[in-house]
């Protein structure tokens, strides 16, 4: 497999319910299937419980579907030997990507628990995406949804010729939540990817969301950490909301 130890970087052979290198350090599979390559001194990193909850019931509700099927279509297109999904979350625009060796990483286990559970076919390891334990110059396609961008890793692991896909909240994204939430809503920047562009699309779509979706998606936006408790109860009386998701996917090629 193209998975690196953390600690020496060099090639990890799965050993049953282990993943070994040649100097001996060991990691094993949690029961969910996922792998834990992340070196820190214990605690908690990446989305909570309650955050990975929120989400999941969010995209179960398929609203951001369209999404997930461009993307499969768009992985398509290229070639997909090896695919590699940063910052991949519960697994829920992975497990569509189109690939024959599919790497998701992420630093919630609690994330990964579900994508692992639901989609075995995937190597989901725990990992900072700045610090990859993955091989150089292997992945074909590597992709990123509503995360920073880790520009030199990405760099490191892409084939030559191998495309990056990253999608970003487009300037009118939520708007109209915002407009509930806010006395002067703003739009999203679009901030360059600072990698060379192939091509740039734009996709959207408006969902009708009762008050258990707008609830779900307002738990997995940032404005839940930044919202005063006084703008928050605004939404407490709203029994539904049409609101548009709105997208930039850029393709680049390094
Ligand atoms: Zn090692």
Redo the contacts with the bound molecule.
């Keep these: 497999m193209l998975l690196r130890?953390?600690?020496?970087?060099?090639e990890?052979i799965r050993n049953g319910r282990s993943a070994l290198?040649?100097?001996?350090?060991s990691f094993d599979y949690a029961k969910q299937g996922y792998l834990n390559l992340y070196l820190s001194r214990g605690g908690s990193h990446g989305d909570s419980k309650e955050s990975v909850a929120a989400r999941t019931r969010f995209l179960n509700r398929g609203c951001y579907s369209f999404l997930k099927e461009h993307l499969r279509q768009l992985s398509e297109q290229y070639n997909h030997s090896v695919t590699v999904d940063l910052a991949c979350g519960e697994g829920y625009y992975t497990a569509a990507l189109a690939g024959d060796d599919k790497y998701g990483f992420d630093l919630s286990k609690d994330a990964l628990k579900h994508a692992a559970k639901a989609d075995p076919s995937t190597a989901y390891t725990v990992a900072s995406i700045f610090a990859l334990p993955f091989a150089d110059s292997n992945a074909d396609i590597v992709t990123t949804c509503f995360a920073p961008i880790a520009k030199e890793e990405i760099i490191r692991i892409l084939k030559p010729g191998g495309i990056f896909i990253a999608v970003t909240p487009a300037e009118d994204h939520l708007f109209e939540l915002k407009q509930v939430l806010y006395e002067q809503p703003y739009e999203n920047t679009v901030d360059e990817i600072g990698l060379p562009l192939k091509d740039e699309i734009r996709i959207s779509e408006v969902m009708h969301l009762d008050h258990e979706g707008l609830m779900d998606l307002f738990a997995m936006t940032p404005y839940f950490y930044h919202t005063s408790e006084k703008d928050r109860r605004k939404l407490d009386g709203l029994d539904h909301l049409d609101v548009k998701a709105s997208f930039v996917i850029r393709i680049c090629q390094p």
């Design positions: 130890c953390p600690v020496c970087q060099k990890l290198c040649a100097n001996g350090h």
